[in-house]
């Protein structure tokens, strides 16, 4: 029979034991509500060996000394727990495994998963779950302990089968919805122990053993906690601050409530002839931070590159230096333990720590020259990965095939590649397939591993950098050790750092290291259009950093020169893209190459908007309505600065381009075209932005004297536009001309004043003297804003 054998209060949150080890009861202690979730059981601690997985039978629990004994039957494993209740919190910590008598050591140990009725709010990294009001959260205390699931095993049948909104698979999330409710799970292996299991979409590799305090199973702990929704970030705190956990500060306060975290920044590809520059162009926009996207020529040693960082590291500290003395600071971004095959860890010695699937033997001595090699087992060298690479003494070489049957070969092969050299081999060399990736890397093992994180420490100490993203942070998996080797490489970087350092990390995201992390920048821009790059996406991620309670940021946005596929960034892009940062109150990364910040002839302007928008959202102007209207990924924002402290804010109509083609005309017909245009705003002048294209390649085509005409009012300007070329007017007397990377040509007078565009819809009637055979396109976007809202900073 099952009985009530303890009452544990966490906080408001009091957690009923069994005395068959089971999580039996979660209770408010405000007001007594119960989010327990009927017909589940909890087990407190469950005990893996091999794949089976185990479950308490019965346990003892001593208050005087706070340790809860569990026992397992099948097994006869004792599992000892030390409980201990503080302020806003409980830890359970693992003192004790005694396996049963002629049992093998446990081989992992899993923290519930403790089913909740609460299904509101599921944070798959930070492993908290609330219904709006109340919240109930678990957190791993130590790196050996892994928000998640074992990766061999299968799901809880409970667990639901996908989570639609979540940035991560199942056994990589601290929590997950179940039908009703949610579920908070974790675990912890004993790493001592190697084994065959599935390693980052591979289903069977050979995982080699570690040794060490991390990799044993006793001391792995979790903090249990239940609060108000308004109350979790404190409780947190007190967690971390409690249990030694890492507590980074970002200017003066924790990251995860500093205004700073979600700041701003420019990446550019600066050297160390161009910081001065790079950091002028930090300082238009009102940023803090330059980032360089690119500064390494080999990963593993992390070696700059010496064009643009001709004396190394004291290149890059020179660098650091200069900013900081104009109140810039300086990161750069790494591929985190990415090996490139030009870096000494590869060439022309590989180092015997590179990462492999699996190691077979040869089975028959080798020349240096035999482009066959018999092996005693085929398995890793037939998993499927980019590169078919292997190592064999201190040589690399490729091989094109597997033979389909015994005697096992390997066929093609190429000897002595990437500069190493050839060699004879005896019968039984090891040879081992090793760990690629599409980039054209491989990956190091552990102990490698760490000598990267060493490296990356000596960078940022000797050279004081306070930025890094951990990109390709999933290259950790490749050591085969799960959430853990991800853990262990960012704990290391960051106990070495020395000094603040705001960091963030591709998708991977252990619940651990949810407190190291300042924030997470996903969203890229490459290959689409500034409104297009992965906008769903980015969206998306505002959801997952509003329930895991993670500073919020945009992703990365391009300001480009002119290309084939592109036109050059204008100002309405970028205050699209700042116009949604201020809505959901995020950063964002500008990038930019020091050769278009150069290049650009409206680099000035951008640069402004940006100081105006980041200061404006920075000091919290605006309010949730207009916060939430600017959250509308179609909507479109003009901003104003109006004297100290205020501004004036516009919502903005941008008509799809109204096309003038020379290919629609009659015979004889003058160039023109009558568009239909809908102004949803009250009336106003004409403004718009008119482009000249080539048709056919044809660049020498241009057109004259283009006129405007509605409302029975002609406007023309006296001039040509050649083709490549824009013409803009934003009221006034006078139209700028400007070539495809906006820079100012000349400026032209306009022949009266601007036609008024009234509310709803109308004719905007176009005309123009098409130049050149074949005759260029003309398209015309126009722009209309609706009544000014005025924002300003509340006086203290």
Not at 289 to 312: I, M, N, R
Not at 455 to 478: K, N
Not at 571 to 589: N, T
Not at 598 to 607: S, T
Request: glycine share 10%; proline share 5%; with cysteine.
């Amino acid at each position: 029979m099952t009985m009530t054998m303890a009452r544990i209060e966490a906080g408001k949150l009091a957690f009923l034991i069994s005395n068959k080890g089971e999580l039996i009861g979660l209770h408010n202690t405000v007001n007594g509500v119960s989010y327990e979730l009927n017909g589940h059981h909890n087990p407190l601690l469950q005990i893996v060996n091999g794949r089976e997985i185990e479950a308490p039978t019965s346990a003892e629990y001593d208050e005087h000394y706070g340790v809860l004994a569990l026992y397992y039957e099948q097994s006869g494993t004792k599992v000892d727990v030390r409980i201990a209740v503080k302020p806003h919190y409980v830890t359970l910590e693992v003192i004790l495994i005694a396996a049963g008598e002629g049992e093998d050591e446990v081989d992992a140990l899993i923290w519930g998963p403790y089913v909740t009725k609460l299904a509101g709010s599921i944070g798959e990294s930070v492993g908290v779950v609330h219904d709006g009001d109340f919240v109930v959260g678990m957190l791993a205390l130590n790196a050996k302990t892994v928000g998640g699931w074992p990766a061999e095993l299968p799901r809880q049948a409970y667990a639901n089968e996908t989570y639609a909104d979540s940035k991560f698979e199942y056994g990589d999330s601290t929590a997950w919805p179940v039908e009703g409710g949610s579920l908070l799970q974790a675990f912890a292996r004993n790493r001592t122990r190697g084994g065959r299991r599935p390693v980052w979409n591979l289903d069977d590799i050979e995982v080699q053993p570690l040794q060490g305090d991390e990799a044993l199973l006793g001391g792995t702990a979790i903090a249990l906690f239940g609060c108000a929704v308004s109350e979790v970030l404190d409780t947190i705190e007190a967690v971390e601050l409690g249990e030694g956990l890492p507590h980074p500060m970002i200017e003066g306060e924790w990251g995860k409530k500093s205004k700073a975290a979600n700041q701003s920044y420019l990446i550019t590809d600066f050297s160390e002839s161009t910081i001065d520059d790079a950091v002028a162009y930090t300082k238009k926009a009102g940023l803090k931070y330059v980032y360089h996207p690119d500064p390494f020529t080999k990963w593993g040693h992390f070696v700059l590159k010496p064009g643009q960082f001709p004396s190394g590291d004291e290149s890059m500290r020179a660098c650091v230096e200069l900013a900081g003395d104009e109140g810039v600071y300086v990161g750069v971004h790494t591929l985190t333990n990415f090996t490139t095959l030009n870096d000494p860890y590869v060439t022309p010695v590989p180092h015997e720590g590179l990462q492999t699937v699996g190691v077979s033997r040869l089975v028959e001595a080798a020349g240096a020259m035999d482009d066959e090699l018999a092996i005693d087992d085929p398995r890793p060298f037939n998993e499927s990965l980019f590169r078919k690479s292997a190592k064999i003494g201190t040589e690399l070489i490729e091989y094109e095939s597997v033979s389909e049957q015994e005697p096992w070969k390997l066929l093609g092969v190429k000897r002595g590649v990437n500069e190493t050299a050839a060699a004879a081999h005896e019968a039984g060399t090891a040879i081992g397939r090793l760990w690629d990736h599409p980039y054209d890397v491989f990956f190091p093992n552990m102990e490698l591993q760490d000598k990267f994180t060493e490296r990356l420490t000596e960078l940022f100490q000797q050279t004081g950098l306070r930025q890094i993203s951990f990109d390709g942070l999933e290259g950790c998996f490749a050591t085969g050790h799960d959430g853990y080797g991800v853990n262990r490489f960012v704990k290391q970087c960051y106990e070495g750092w020395e000094h603040e350092v705001i960091n963030d990390a591709s998708i991977v995201v252990p619940n651990y290291l949810w407190h190291i992390f300042t924030r997470f920048n996903w969203g890229e821009p490459w290959g689409v259009s500034t409104r297009e790059g992965q906008l769903e996406w980015r969206l998306t991620n505002q959801r997952y950093f509003a329930r895991n309670f993670i500073p919020p940021m945009l992703g990365w946005f391009l300001v480009r020169s002119v290309s084939d596929r592109f036109e050059a960034t204008t100002l309405d892009e970028i205050e699209w893209v700042l116009s949604k940062a201020a809505g959901f109150d995020a950063g964002f990364a500008l990038v930019a190459d020091m050769a278009v910040l150069r290049r650009n002839g409206n680099v000035e302007g951008l640069l402004a908007a940006v100081r105006e928008w980041e200061t404006a959202r920075r000091l919290g102007v605006f309010s949730d309505e207009q916060r939430e209207r600017m959250r509308d990924p179609k909507s479109d924002w003009h901003l104003e600065a109006a004297g100290e402290g205020g501004w004036l804010l516009y919502p903005v109509s941008i008509s799809k381009p109204l096309t003038c083609s020379p290919e629609e005309l009659q015979p004889g017909q003058p160039g023109g075209s009558d568009w239909a245009f809908f102004n949803k705003f009250g009336e106003q002048p004409l403004r718009f932005t008119l482009r000249v294209s080539p048709s056919y390649g044809n660049e020498d085509a241009a057109v004259k004297r283009p006129t405007f005409y509605t409302q029975g009012t002609y406007m023309t300007f006296e001039t040509e536009i050649a083709a490549n070329q824009y013409l803009v007017y934003d009221g006034g007397s006078m139209g700028r001309v400007y070539d495809q990377n906006w820079n100012l040509i000349r400026e032209v007078k306009a022949s009266a004043e601007a036609p008024m565009l009234r509310a709803g819809g109308q004719t905007l009637s176009f005309s123009c003297k098409f130049q050149g055979d074949p005759k260029p396109v003309v398209t015309v976007q126009v722009t209309t804003r609706g009544e000014c809202e005025v924002v300003r900073k509340e006086a203290n």
